[in-house]
């Protein structure tokens, strides 16, 4: 496997990724994918590195996903999460990072429930000359880009299984839907889909969109969000206009507290409303398939037995996906420092 | 070693293990348990597989003893417990396990406070036609599977260390004391120590024993269980014509809860009337066992004395049998995998 | 590498380190030092071996350096936090660490909260004939005595990095700063610097000092202590004094709920009198190093500014000899057992 195009030392944000990384990324995981096919699902990339798990903010299943993926490049995992830290001691993250550093850490991998934290340790090891690459597995409300890269592999792998490329989405009308103001994954997603050259349709009530769309929603009109040039960015207040031919629609998870801090009225009407359906189905492109970067709240962001019919949902090939991905992306980063 | 008799996919129960199952699981694990003597404790037989436990009931006990079965067999593992899961998001336990699933989990080992939960998980996997096995560690009140087959594996080595296996127990007279009616380890138990041949002789109060029992309950006459074909089973209100010539004595964990619920007056009494104590074993056979799956409340169940004392005690053995025990049932499922 | 002089089983306390002892940890951390600056930071030592982290006082950070240092050496590694135990079920603490021992576990790495539960795990295990080994990971306001070796390396690889022994430290001057009166990192660090001719000078306020030191303070006067022959200790109730000529300045961490203890009048007025700041510096030789066991409160024990000072600041060299301590403590214990 080439990385000659790979000059990325930390992966923060997908904000700008080129469309040569993006197919890097694509082409690594495909390889993974096929060693997660063996038996030995294992390959000695890694022997002898150390990925630390860094998570601030607690989430199994993406600290799982990291920590097998590490395992299968055959490196040494530590997990620390902030129930059994130091931070109740007083320590500032900073602190805690530099720790794992001095101990002799090659990978970090770090989330955080403020935006920027990931971006601010990088700074920092960077500033200090160090080696070690930051991997933000979430931070805040800013970006998720690991879950941005699976699910755009598991569309990509969808079209074309053999040679996923980002050149494949041109022109595919894609449709993600919920609390777009909250959800770094839909910040993640809106960066590489619309570099993909697709159509990329938000749709949500008013209260869950940033406030700079504002200007651009028009329940009736569907307008190009200027601030990303040449991406094909749409924004609607309603569901229907979002799905009507839509070739993929990726729900995103809807925090209950959301409720409470009154953006919502409930979660049923957010479901007659918002909810992905059999009925509202119709409106899509009859071999449409249905993303969610989960854990689902069923029967709130998507009818129970829709996410578990495998003619549409694509929810269990994206957590697959996230496993050739994250190898993927270790690898990238761990060789390139291997080189220098 | 040959797994040739080996066909079970999950264990789940011992309700239908056959002797063939058990001498096959007896044997493996004494081989296992030879391997652990070395000074270099591990075999390649799982490399590069994943074994994920599945822990929605914390017990650090049971995860170390499959943690380190899986990884003496070089499998890779991966930890999950509820504490720091998303069930607190709102995701299903079901959804939970397709997540490891998809994940490219090939063992989960799942315990749960509910009875019947790895079942149902099991039952969804095949039914999706995926070869993912399940492992039980323990459902609700239910069975713990393991628990009863290191249970015999400690018993059969100790009447022939070099070929334990069933029929060495026949005759044998095995007194399992205590709370029998929460005990999934009473359960599990009883399923593999009347499949031996043994008579087992179950002494606990009316309050801690199923309803079930009622009808057949005679303080002082005893008699065979007829829902059990063939086995020989039989129930006590008192501790000593249980003891009476017991070769083992198996004592159960009394869950402190009880107490709270009526069920018992106080630990003093319930210790006066049936804990295990060196002058109860008066009644017993000369060289007999003591059994406790721990952990053990000093004092209570049994005394602290006898606990401690390696001429009765097979405490700190049955621990030992434990990770062999686990090693077979990961290897033997986890192989029977492999061919197919 | 030799370890021909090393007949420690243990290791619980600095107290009884021959200067051989301390030697031959020197010597095997400088090798280990040099296997970490290696692209594959891995040697086979302890391959099959199991190291148990059984931690009843959490500590992500000397957790996670205890199994890095493992994994390096290719041991398994399992976790216990107090947490998730089943301390809470009733167990002695003696019972949980008698079931690592029967599970197999060939190395106990133990932290407690209260002083003497490593030794008393350890003189169990010995009565017991048992052939595990016993490492204190801190023990109440006992000793942590890796922490001791892990400073100890720190101080001797600055003089002279190719061989660092003992006889560097001859005569230098070393004041340890803080809360002595808690300090099992201060107790395990007289032992070792005194044993290395070194003039260690504590300063505290009196109410942060041991009351076996009473009779030997003196605000003006400097005083040897008697108890410990031949070992050159000094005790000051102000800052100044014991930073005059330093050659190294080592400040203790300050539990914060000491103010609540009425110890302290405050955290500003403590900075004040014991913090180390760039002004306070001036009393020490020019090539001052300063260290801190860590978590850092800064601006507490130490200016913010000069903690991150690479001039001045040796914390994260500590962190990174951590690694290399316990990997030479570990291996040395580790390769003892593998010989009988």
């Given at each position: 496997m080439?990385?000659?195009?790979?000059?990325r030392h930390h992966i923060l944000s997908l904000a700008d990724f080129t469309p040569i990384e993006y197919d890097t990324v694509l082409k690594a995981a495909a390889s993974f994918r096929e060693?997660?096919?063996?038996?030995?699902?294992?390959?000695?990339?890694l022997q002898g590195q150390v990925v630390a798990n860094l998570f601030f903010e607690s989430s199994t299943r993406t600290r799982s996903s990291f920590e097998l993926a590490a395992k299968r490049l055959s490196a040494d995992t530590l997990n620390f999460t902030s129930a059994t830290s130091s931070m109740t001691k007083g320590e500032t993250i900073l602190d805690t990072a530099k720790?794992?550093?001095?101990?002799?850490?090659?990978?970090?991998?770090?989330?955080?429930?403020?935006a920027g934290v990931p971006s601010a340790i990088a700074a920092e090891l960077d500033r200090l000359g160090e080696r070690v690459s930051v991997l933000n597995a979430g931070d805040g409300q800013h970006e998720h880009p690991s879950q941005g890269l699976l699910d755009?592999?598991?569309?990509?792998?969808?079209?074309?299984?053999?040679?996923?490329?980002?050149?494949?989405l041109k022109d595919k009308k894609i449709a993600i839907v919920g609390d777009i103001l909250h959800s770094r994954v839909a910040?993640?997603?809106?960066?590489?889909?619309?570099?993909?050259?697709?159509?990329?349709?938000l749709a949500a009530p008013p209260t869950l969109l940033p406030k700079w769309f504002a200007d651009f929603v028009n329940d009736e009109e569907i307008k190009e969000i200027d601030q990303i040039p040449n991406r094909k960015l749409f924004v609607h207040w309603h569901l229907e206009p979002?799905?009507?031919d839509a070739d993929f629609v990726m729900t995103l998870r809807l925090q209950k507290e959301r409720m409470t801090a009154n953006l919502l009225p409930s979660l049923r009407e957010y479901h007659q409303l918002f909810g992905i359906t059999r009925s509202q189905l119709k409106h899509c492109k009859p071999n449409v398939k249905i993303l969610h970067p989960g854990p689902v709240n069923r029967g709130v962001e998507i009818s129970s037995d829709l996410m578990d019919d495998p003619e549409f949902s694509l929810i269990q090939t994206q957590v697959t996906s996230g496993v050739a991905v994250r190898m993927a992306l270790l690898y990238l980063i761990g060789s390139g420092k291997a080189v220098g």
């Open positions: 080439s990385t000659t195009t790979w000059n060693v997660l096919s063996r038996r030995t699902k294992k390959v000695p990339a720790t794992y550093l001095a101990m002799g850490c090659d990978i970090m991998v770090i989330r955080h429930k403020e755009l592999f598991t569309i990509c792998t969808l079209i074309d299984p053999i040679e996923p490329r980002l050149e494949l910040r993640s997603n809106i960066w590489s889909l619309t570099a993909s050259g697709a159509e990329v349709h979002a799905l009507r």
